[in-house]
């Protein structure tokens, strides 16, 4: 029994960790923060982009998921 529960805790850690980052908008430099998600688009707090709508578009531009890029960590 204690196999599956030791497979299923590393992969979750990690999707975790790669879905929290944040995205750059290319077009305008708007910055999607999971942390804080798109309230006046009604994403909540704790959203990853990867899990954002298809039709979710900047904010700031319009632009789609597709004009974003992972933000570089310094």
Same mark, same amino acid.
């Given at each position: 029994?204690?196999?599956?529960?030791?497979?299923?805790?590393?992969?979750?850690?990690?999707?975790?960790?790669?879905?929290?980052?944040?995205?750059?908008?290319?077009?305008?430099?708007?910055?999607?923060? +999971?942390?804080?998600?798109?309230?006046?688009?009604?994403?909540? +707090?704790?959203?990853?982009?990867?899990?954002? +709508?298809?039709?979710?578009?900047?904010?700031?531009?319009?632009?789609?998921?597709?004009?974003?890029? +992972?933000?570089?960590?310094?």
């Amino acid at each position: 029994m204690g196999n599956p529960g030791e497979i299923n805790i590393p992969p979750i850690k990690r999707e975790e960790e790669v879905s929290m980052k944040r995205f750059r908008c290319i077009l305008c430099g708007y910055i999607y923060d +999971p942390e804080v998600g798109d309230p006046d688009g009604g994403i909540e +707090p704790g959203t990853a982009f990867e899990d954002l +709508p298809e039709d979710w578009i900047c904010p700031l531009c319009g632009a789609g998921k597709e004009d974003f890029e +992972p933000e570089e960590e310094e």
